[in-house]
């Protein structure tokens, strides 16, 4: 099997080495050069460096061909939105998330990430469960109190130019990616801006769907 890890700390790291000893073609990438240098001087070279969270970084990685993608940063954002550009865009079919705050998993599950683990063991455990059941379809979405919903941002709209910090989201509502112009993904920070055409993915209640959709796509009078 061929199976990306995005991430290359000590989960990351530990995970790739019992894979290979096992007999399995992994990549590691890791952000940062130091680390990715420390892998491969202890693995081979099967770490690359770069931004998982990029589509150009994952198609260095061949994600397109890869069985299983393993998202195992240190930051549960850039662990979903690698879930998110692997099954929409590669149609990776098997995305195992880390899950850093046991207070997101309800959102992870919202938005179709129902393999989640928080542990070097776990994701050997889930992946080898994965691979003895044959699984050939992507896990169905979990009964939550929480949706996605994706938002075009039109021209001229009021939030266009003004950073998340400052949009007042309705209430237990987070902005999960914000796809550029073109395909880049972003996983937004308080500080990114939003700008017309981006496609916005967020996770909120129902009661709440509405309410954002005005915020995002409200124009200027």
């Excluded at 990029?54 to 061949?62: I, K, L």
């Excluded at 916005?200 to 009661?207: F, R």
Aim: hydrophobic share 45%.
């Amino acid at each position: 099997m061929y199976i990306i890890i995005v991430g290359g700390g000590k989960v990351g790291r530990g995970a790739a080495r019992d894979l290979l000893d096992a007999g399995h073609e992994v990549c590691v990438i890791e952000r940062e050069p130091q680390t990715a240098w420390e892998i491969n001087d202890e693995l081979g070279e099967v770490a690359l460096v770069g931004d998982g969270t990029e589509v150009r970084v994952q198609r260095a990685a061949g994600m397109n061909r890869a069985d299983v993608v393993v998202a195992a940063t240190g930051r549960d954002q850039a662990n979903l939105a690698v879930c998110q550009v692997a099954q929409q865009r590669f149609e990776t079919a098997r995305v195992i998330a880390r899950i850093n705050d046991p207070r997101n998993e309800a959102v992870f599950r919202a938005v179709g990430i129902s393999a989640t683990i928080s542990a070097t063991r776990a994701i050997l455990s889930s992946i080898e469960h994965e691979v003895d059941a044959n699984m050939l379809r992507l896990m169905e979405l979990r009964s939550t109190e929480f949706e996605l919903v994706e938002v075009v941002i039109p021209a001229g709209a009021r939030v266009i130019g003004q950073p998340v910090r400052y949009l007042g989201l309705p209430p237990r509502t987070v902005l999960t990616l914000i796809l550029r112009p073109g395909g880049r993904p972003e996983v937004p920070g308080p500080d990114s801006l939003l700008e017309a055409e981006a496609v916005v993915l967020a996770v909120t209640e129902p009661a709440q769907e509405e309410r954002l959709r005005r915020l995002l796509t409200g124009v200027e009078r």
